[in-house]
Every structure is written in structure tokens, then in C-alpha cells.
């Protein structure tokens, strides 16, 4: 069993930068973990996924640009920088991980565990 953690969520201006983290915790299987989001009335999105070492990372194209994932192996976590924010950023952002490649994670939306999710606002 995983758990999944994430924070750096709030109230941010248009333009500005913002890192989440996913902290993973639990049994020591490798896991692709993904981010992804899912705004009020609306599916949710694939945003960036990384491979279970971290090597390989994956942007569906809608994504490229402004989102970039990372991976700290030492610190068990996994994060999301997002620039420029924009008010069309504000949903709810969850981590995920999947037994399985990156790539498919972001296509298929597919996560065997996922964490509690963290609200990002963008408003002035």
C-alpha cells in the first residue's frame, strides 16, 4: 500500500510560479507517479508523469510548456512546477501512482493510488 501526500497548494497571482510535492510513502515497489488535476464541472487532466526512476518524463501536448515534474529518489518526492499560472490553472491538483509506464499513466489518467489533492486558486 502507497500513500501519497501532496502540498504547496493556495491563492496565487496570474503570472506567477508555484512547486508542488507529492511525498510518497509505503511499500518499495517502483511506481510511475503523475500528476494530474481536475477543475469544478470539468474531467480531470493528465499534466506530467515521471518513470518509477526518474529518468523518463512525459508531457501530453496540451501540457508542454509550462509544467515541469522532477524527482528527488533520496526524498521520496516528486514535484510540479508550474510557470506563468494562469486563472484556467485553479483545480484541484492530485498525484498518483501506477504500476506501469509514464506515458500510459498521462494518456489513460491511470493510477493505482492516489493522494488527497491539493487546491491551487489563481486570482488577483
Known amino acids: 500500500q502507497l500513500q501519497l501526500v501532496e502540498s504547496g497548494g493556495g491563492l496565487v497571482q496570474p503570472g506567477e510560479s508555484l512547486t508542488l510535492s507529492c511525498e510518497v510513502s509505503g511499500f518499495k515497489v517502483d511506481y510511475a507517479i503523475g500528476w494530474f488535476r481536475q477543475a469544478p464541472g470539468k474531467e480531470r487532466e493528465g499534466i506530467a508523469c515521471i518513470s518509477a526512476g526518474g529518468v523518463s518524463t512525459y508531457y501530453p501536448d496540451s501540457m508542454r510548456g509550462r509544467f515541469t515534474i522532477s524527482k528527488d529518489n533520496a526524498k521520496n518526492t516528486v514535484y510540479l512546477q508550474i510557470d506563468r499560472l494562469k486563472p484556467e490553472d485553479t483545480a484541484v491538483y492530485y498525484c498518483?501512482?501506477?504500476?506501469?509506464?509514464?506515458?500510459?499513466?498521462?494518456?489513460?489518467?491511470?493510477?493505482?493510488?492516489w493522494g488527497q489533492g491539493t487546491q491551487v486558486t489563481v486570482s488577483s
Open positions: 498518483a501512482a501506477h504500476d506501469g509506464l509514464a506515458q500510459s499513466m498521462c494518456l489513460m489518467k491511470r493510477g493505482d493510488y
